[in-house]
Nanobody, 123 residues
């Protein structure tokens, strides 16, 4: 069992920034690849970013490259998502997930999910 709890969402103006956090407990966090996804109303869940167990490898979705940064602190069992230069189309529920096996970019490869944190970009 893994419990994931996201925080840090909110309402921000276009061009603003937020830092999302995902706190993990349960399965050994330090050996687990972690990902962030997002889901907007009426849309499919979209891959945002993934980070390897030691932080040595990161990958990003095309729509967030250059604006979002994923990082982790294994001592704190926490993964972060720094989101900058926010656009209205970034509005979504952001979810963190623990990778199990397979394609990093597919939500079906993740077996534990948090409840999500809402990010709303609005002026």
């Amino acid at each position: 069992q893994v419990q994931l709890v996201e925080s840090g969402g909110g309402v921000v103006q276009p061009g603003g920034s937020l830092r999302l956090s995902c706190s993990a407990s349960g399965r050994t966090f330090s050996t687990t690849t972690m990902g962030w996804f997002r889901q907007a109303p009426g849309k499919e869940r979209e891959f945002v970013a993934v980070i390897s167990w030691n932080g040595g490898r990161t990958y990003y979705g095309e729509s967030v490259k250059g604006r979002f940064t994923i990082s982790r602190d294994n001592a704190k069992n926490t993964v972060y998502l720094q989101i900058n230069s926010l656009k209205r189309e970034d509005t979504a529920v952001y979810l963190c997930a623990a990778h199990r096996v397979g394609n990093y970019f597919s939500s079906s490869s993740y077996d534990y999910w948090g409840q999500g944190t809402q990010v709303t970009v609005s002026s």
